[in-house]
């Protein structure tokens, strides 16, 4: 079956850098992208981007498209989430997700989730 | 960016009811709606994508209606695991945006 698994919490200081995995598998890599989505405590979820899997092209949410950064590692069938400049502010659970087509349709929705990985920025 | 709004916030409810959860959307985005069910710690998880399409698996009490910028999402008899918070999400354009979530609470 579809599986994401994704690295464990991280702590970091304001200023620093985090870099997230998600692994994926039961699926051939390069049919769907992978969407980031955060969640502070207590919020609500807040979509970050998106990376293709077989053209590499990406797409951003605005407001993190100078701190973000997404790759691919397609031999291990890894996905990244490079988050610069962390403030309290990024303290949130991180998803990665993977939306697949509805077939005939252009909808697409979120059908498999990673497990999420808690990212602490304090001092 | 399209803005989805959802009420109520969060509804207490006993088992056995009938709740509504309704998620209205800054401009037309035709059926382009998915809900999802997030529970306690956990990650979300779709129940209704297209607006109205039940996903594999779900249970059937949940049902999902609309179209251009009014959704509703309906649980036709309450069960205790149904305790979770629920979110609109809309995949009509870039950036692809969610409703604020609704608690549900068991009575």
């Known amino acids: 079956q579809v599986q994401l698994v994704q690295s464990g919490a991280e702590v970091k200081k304001p200023g620093a850098s985090v870099k997230v995995s998600c692994k994926t598998s039961?699926?051939?890599?390069?049919?769907?992208?992978i969407s980031w989505v955060r969640q502070a405590p207590g919020q609500g979820l807040e979509w970050m981007g998106w990376?293709?899997?077989?053209?590499?092209?990406?797409s951003y949410a605005q407001k993190f498209r100078d701190r973000v950064t997404l790759t691919i590692d397609a031999s291990t069938s890894t996905v990244f989430l490079e988050m610069r400049s962390l403030t309290s502010d990024d303290t949130a659970v991180y998803y990665c997700?993977?939306?697949?087509?509805?077939?005939?349709?252009?909808?697409?929705?979120?059908?498999?989730w990673g497990q999420g990985t808690l990212v602490t920025v304090s001092s | 960016d399209i803005q989805l709004t959802q009420s109520p916030a969060s509804l207490s409810a006993s088992v056995g009811d009938r709740v509504t959860i309704t998620c209205r959307a800054s401009?037309?985005?035709?059926?382009?709606v998915n809900w999802y069910q997030q529970k306690p710690g956990k990650a979300p998880m779709v129940l209704i994508y297209g607006a109205s399409t039940l996903q594999t698996g779900a249970p059937s009490r949940f049902s999902g209606s609309g179209s251009g910028t009014d959704f509703t999402l309906t649980i036709g008899s309450l069960q205790p695991e149904d305790l979770a918070i629920y979110f609109c999400q809309q995949s009509y354009s870039s950036p692809w945006t969610f409703g604020q979530g609704t608690k549900v609470e068991i009575k």
């Open positions: 039961g699926y051939t890599f390069t049919s769907s992208g």
């Open positions: 997700a993977r939306p697949i087509p509805v077939p005939g349709t252009t909808l697409n929705y979120f059908a498999s």
């Open positions: 990376i293709s899997t077989y053209s590499d092209s990406r």
């Open positions: 401009r037309s985005i035709s059926n382009y």
